[in-house]
Structure formats: structure tokens, C-alpha cells
């Protein structure tokens, strides 16, 4: 479950596996971009339902989405990404990244929010190859 005050416009989350669908489509694999935040939900990109808070889900980071997200990796033996100036370095086997200056972060919106905060831009999702 993620906190609303954890969200931000342009978050990338999904949606928990309790959630109901009144139009019972299942969303529990896809990954839904925050358009708006109201009161107690959240309206999707390209999408015309909302979510509950308490029914969104983070997405774990993966070294898919760090590539997804125009990371390259810097380290042949190691495992630390790079964008730009910000640095990431993975630690899989714990399901925990860290950034910069050791925040762990486990989930895109928690990226996205660090990397918006410490460079005042968004992270662009890339289209795979």
C-alpha cells in the first residue's frame, strides 16, 4: 500500500490484487501513470477509472526499469547505474538500491520522486528497442 503523500503526478505504480474493478478488467500486471490526485484516489493516464489509495501498489525496481528508465550501467564488475549525474547502485540479492548518498529506495515512484527532487527533472520512460 502506498501513502498518498508518497505520490506524485507522473508516478508510475500499479494496483494491489484486493483492488475491485468495476469494470473487471484485470490491471494486477499492468502499470498505470498518475494524471491526477484528488481527495482519496488517483486518476490514470489514458485511463478514465480511479484507484483508492490504499488499493495502489509500488512497482519493485529492477535493473529492467532502471534500463526502461535511461540508465546505463557504469561498472563491469559491479552493479552501479548512472543518468546524467545521479548515480544508482543495486543490490539485488536484498531487493534494495541505493542513490547518491546511500538513500534506499525499493520502488519506480520512490526513484522518480528522489531523482525529480535532486535534479528538478522527470525521469522519461524509454521505449524498448
Known sequence: MIQANELRIGNWVGIQETALHADGCN?????????????????????????YYKDLKGIPLT?????????????????????????VQDFIQLGIYE????????YIHQLQ????????KELELKEND
Do not use: M
Not at 27 to 51: M, N, P, S, W
Not at 66 to 84: A, D, N
Not at 113 to 120: G, K, R
Open 27 to 51: 490491471y494486477l500486471e499492468a502499470i498505470f501513470q498518475i494524471k491526477e490526485l484528488k481527495k482519496d484516489v488517483a486518476q490514470f493516464k489514458g485511463f478514465h477509472t480511479e484507484e
Open 99 to 106: 542513490c547518491n548518498n546511500h538513500v534506499k529506495i525499493k
Open 63 to 87: 535493473e529492467e526499469w532502471l534500463v526502461r528508465l535511461g540508465f546505463k550501467k557504469i561498472s563491469p564488475h559491479g552493479s552501479i547505474w548512472k543518468l546524467g549525474n545521479f548515480h
Open 113 to 120: 520522486n528522489l531523482y525529480f527532487c535532486l535534479t528538478e
